[in-house]
């Protein structure tokens, strides 16, 4: 089945500075690569996604890539703020039984420091 | 537009006991995904409900087992509780239970299997 591997485990930047967190994936046909950012005490927040039929996507300060050849996705943060502290999970979309099962990576913990 | 409710926040059962969790979608949506995250790690897919019927299912034992109503609403039954059940449990949203659906997350119930 899907396995997705996500890098690294935790992450700390200066307010201002760019994060980079990295997933790849094993199974060819999953098609959909979500990001979520979850607070504490709260479930996870989709902040953006990509299909595979898509290279790269941007909002605003938060951009996703897609290499299908090498099976592995990125996350790009710009210019980060406090609020964007929390936990980032990656997460990859396989079909099985015909249902959307989303695989996640093992989450990335941000600290942006003031 | 009412996003995605889960009830309860928490609770606190022994082992052996059985506990029903309880899951309203978001307005408009027709699938419901139950996920399991354990402390520090990300979610893992339990199964999925679509119109109804359950239309997937991760590798989890039978004593988990769900249902969904005709509004859509889901309920995640937990039989015979062991401590490692102990972990967030997660209902997501989505319309038409396809792969590249967008799933939308409740904010989580905290099981806790003393």
């Known amino acids: 089945g899907e396995n997705v591997e996500q890098h690294p485990s935790t992450l700390s930047v200066q307010e201002g500075d760019s994060a980079v967190i990295k997933c790849t994936y094993s199974?060819?046909?999953?098609?959909?690569f979500p990001w979520y950012k979850q607070e504490l005490g709260k479930g996870p927040q989709l902040i953006i996604d990509?299909?595979?039929?898509?290279g790269e996507k941007k909002d605003q300060r938060i951009a996703v890539t897609l290499n299908k050849t090498a099976k592995h996705f990125s996350l790009h943060i710009t210019e980060t703020q406090p609020e964007d502290s929390a936990v980032y999970f990656c997460?990859?979309?396989?079909?099985?039984?015909?249902?959307?099962?989303?695989?996640f990576g093992q989450g990335t913990r941000l600290t942006i420091n003031p | 537009e009412t996003g995605v409710t889960q009830s309860p926040t928490h609770l606190i059962k022994t082992r052996g006991q059985q506990v029903t969790l309880r899951c309203s979608s978001q307005s408009g949506h027709n699938t419901v995904s139950w996920y399991q995250q354990a402390l520090g790690q990300g979610p893992q897919f339990i199964f999925q409900?679509?119109?109804?019927?359950?239309?997937g299912r991760g590798n989890f034992p039978p004593r988990f087992s769900g249902l969904q109503f005709p509004n859509y609403s889901s309920e995640l039954n937990v039989n015979a509780l062991e401590l490692d059940d102990s972990a967030l449990y997660l209902c997501?949203?989505?319309?038409?239970?396809?792969?590249?659906?967008?799933?939308?997350f409740g904010p989580g119930t905290r099981l806790t299997v003393l």
């Open positions: 199974d060819s046909a999953s098609n959909y």
């Open positions: 997460a990859a979309s396989p079909l099985i039984q015909g249902a959307q099962k989303l695989v």
């Open positions: 997501a949203s989505s319309v038409g239970g396809r792969a590249s659906d967008e799933q939308f």
């Open positions: 409900y679509y119109r109804e019927e359950e239309n």
């Open positions: 990509i299909r595979s039929n898509v």
